[in-house]
């Protein structure tokens, strides 16, 4: 195993996840496309061997993304536990359920799944809402942040989103993508949390269920095809990039046009759809 190989995901790995947390969206959006489309271009030494593993070492480098994203925001005080524990406990066992289902399914029918879920988050975050959503109902609520900010807000109430997050969380497990890309929408748009509070806790969320199923996964590799099934070499680089660019997003939160932002992501996810289900095609 060459231990060398992979060194310029140390400085990418920053760029990432200092992106993904300052969304709220989950670092595996981003590293997995890296791991299926940009390392296969580089040359065939650095491809990994299957999509599981990609999504294997995706979700374990945010592991420790998130919970350098969550030390920041904790700090600042942004992320609402109370209303983070009814979504971390539909999440996390589907998460890991969804991981389970990954170790077992073809390698091509994981990466056209993952295609046509990142063509959807385009769809979610290019749409345009005219209309400003009903206020919704719940116990009100606030949270005085470290700089003596005050967010009040609605307690979140799961209702008919509880099956948006669980289908999300079960997604993460078996392509590294999903909870924290339905979770962020549903607490900005229909709960109508601050953007600051809702990426804190976003973050706190996906760090449970990501956890889960990242354990999930790389344990089905190794049972599977002994330890060096697992990518080690990769996330060797990946995981102090992440916990430098996990400290770096939440001290930009709220200095960057939100707006200018989704538009961007959304373009990328578009973009990054559109490639994977080509790679699906020419591989048939």
Not at 177 to 202: C, D, F, N, W, Y
Request: proline fraction near 6%; glycine fraction near 12%; charge should be positive.
């Amino acid at each position: 195993m060459d231990w060398t190989i992979y060194w310029f995901m140390f400085p990418l790995a920053i760029c990432v996840t200092t992106t993904a947390s300052l969304c709220g969206i989950g670092g595996p959006a981003l590293f997995t496309p890296i791991m299926l489309i940009i390392l296969p271009m580089i040359g065939p030494e650095y491809a990994l061997t299957s999509a599981v593993a990609a999504f294997a070492a995706a979700l374990l480098t945010q592991c420790f993304g998130f919970s350098s994203a969550f030390v920041g925001y904790y700090r600042r005080r942004l992320v609402d536990f109370r209303s983070a524990l009814p979504f971390a406990t539909i999440g996390v066992p589907l998460g890991i359920i969804g991981a389970l289902i990954a170790n077992l399914a073809d390698d091509l029918l994981l990466k056209g799944v993952y295609g046509v879920l990142m063509l959807g988050l385009a769809a979610v975050m290019l749409r345009k809402s005219d209309a400003a959503p009903a206020i919704p109902a719940g116990e009100e609520t606030q949270l005085v942040d470290s700089d003596g900010q005050t967010y009040r807000y609605r307690k979140p109430r799961q209702g008919l989103g509880a099956a948006i997050t669980g289908f999300g969380a079960l997604l993460t497990g078996m392509v590294s993508v999903g909870i924290g890309e339905v979770l962020m929408p549903q607490l900005i748009k229909r709960h109508r949390l601050p953007v600051p509070v809702a990426a804190g806790t976003s973050v706190f969320v996906s760090i449970l269920v990501v956890l889960a199923s990242a354990a999930t996964l790389v344990t089905g590799l190794i049972l599977a095809g002994g330890v060096a099934a697992f990518p080690w070499n990769l996330v060797c680089y990946t995981v102090p990039g992440v916990l430098i660019g996990g400290q770096i997003g939440p001290r930009l939160q709220g200095r960057i046009d939100q707006a200018v932002l989704v538009y961007f992501i959304g373009g990328l996810f578009f973009t990054i759809g559109l490639a994977m289900l080509w790679i699906v095609y020419r591989a048939h």
